[in-house]
């Protein structure tokens, strides 16, 4: 009689719960180590305003008992404690005359600046004139102080009522506006000229500016102006004058011929 003996099968090992648990360990140790390394951060954060703020109350401290130190030796009471109100005397007075100092030297060159500012300034400079009828025999208009006229300053003159002699070097803004009256035009007969003429100090005479209008036949006559104006620089000594080709045609009413110059 044969026996056959069936060998026992192998029992499985079980490997699902083991892993499971290590993969919860490693996500929970994950998430401690982000929260310490956040916590630790915001921690350091704290701590360091934390350590500014109680560095400014030891400094705004330190300054209190340095005043009430300095009450203390004012009152008398230093010669009863251990204070050296002499040592603590001097330092507050010399503190004191640095900040007397610098705020002496702010206000100096603060005055110094506007002293600087002031005497750079350029005094206002401007003259405005009108015409005088007794121009009416000379080509050289003449001028009068009359009116609405301006004269600011006296580094510009009005010589001989002609002229407008300058005492200042710079550039000048030089304007001039002649009116005049014809009806006798005919096709032979030169346009009116006027001219702004300017005369050096080394009495040499050159023409500046210079502006025509032609006449016309409408009777009675009707104005027409002429107008000048630019900018030169003149220096000291000179002068200034406007020169017509006919002073006879020139309009002598109020607005109508006026001279001026302004200093830029």
Known sequence: MIETYSQPSS???????????????MYLLTVFLITHMIGSALFAVYLHRRLDKIEDEMKLHEDFMFMKRIWK???DEGALSLLNCGEIRSQF???VKDIMLNNGEGVKIKET??????????????????SEASS???????????????MSSDLVTLENGRQLAIKRQG?????????FCSNRATPTQAPFIASLCLRAPSRSERILL???????SAKPCREQSVHLGGVFELQPGSSLFVNVTDPSLVSHGIGFTSFGLLKL
């Open 113 to 130: 600046k506007y002293e600087m500012q002031k005497g750079d300034q350029d005094p206002q400079v401007a003259a405005h004139v009108i």
């Open 73 to 75: 030796c004012n009152k």
């Open 210 to 216: 210079r502006a025509a209008n032609t006449h016309n």
């Open 136 to 150: 009416k025999t000379t080509s050289v208009l003449q001028w009068a102080q009359k009116g609405y006229y301006t």
């Open 93 to 95: 007075e010399s503190l």
């Open 171 to 179: 550039f000048y803004y030089i304007y001039a506006q002649v009116t």
């Open 11 to 25: 029992r499985s090992v079980a490997t699902g719960p083991p892993a499971a648990s290590m993969k919860i360990f």
